[in-house]
């Protein structure tokens, strides 16, 4: 084992002994939210927030007057998602909250958006990213946030370190 593998090691083991004689858990670090589950969770924000982003784009410069409405909703549906995705990949202070409060909106906005366009369809004469609940995206867009809060509940991190 290298030097500094085994510089590693003894910290850990000095941190673990003073944790147990302290009674307290050892604080968790930033990393985990971009590992394991994480880095999923993360992939899959960045494929919504590309495709809805290039979506909205190429339908509000090809026929924008076809439903305004609808390629407006899968623009901010794209940059909510773009701001979910490089917040939670972030480590930077109060990167964290800014995860949360996109996964809330996002949340809010599918079930919002989705429930309208079911009362009101004539509002939505082309489907937006979040109408009928994401099923033009195989619900990911109504499961994602449910799964994304449960993550950063998890995850969440320090007061004094969120900023």
């Known amino acids: 084992m290298s030097e500094h593998g085994k510089n590693q090691v003894k910290r850990s083991r000095i941190v673990d002994a003073a944790s147990r004689e302290s009674g307290k858990k050892p604080a968790r670090s ?3 939210r971009s590992s394991g589950l ?3 969770i993360i992939a899959v924000y960045g494929v919504l927030a590309l495709s809805s982003t290039v979506r909205a784009v190429y339908q509000i410069l090809l026929d924008f007057s076809a439903a305004p409405l609808a390629y407006l909703l899968s623009a901010l549906a794209g940059i909510v998602y773009i701001v979910a995705t ?3 990949a972030s480590k930077k202070p109060g990167s964290w909250k800014l995860s949360w409060y996109a996964v809330w909106f996002e949340l809010i906005g599918v079930l919002v958006v989705g429930t309208l366009s079911f009362v009101l369809p004539v509002l939505f004469a082309h489907p937006a990213v979040w109408s009928h609940f ?3 995206y195989g619900y990911v867009p109504l499961v994602l946030p449910l ?5 950063l509940h998890k995850h969440r991190m320090p007061a004094e370190a969120q900023a």
């Open 86 to 88: 490089l917040a939670m």
């Open 30 to 32: 930033n990393g985990g």
């Open 134 to 136: 994401g099923s033009g």
């Open 38 to 40: 994480g880095r999923i």
């Open 147 to 151: 799964i994304g809060i449960w993550w």
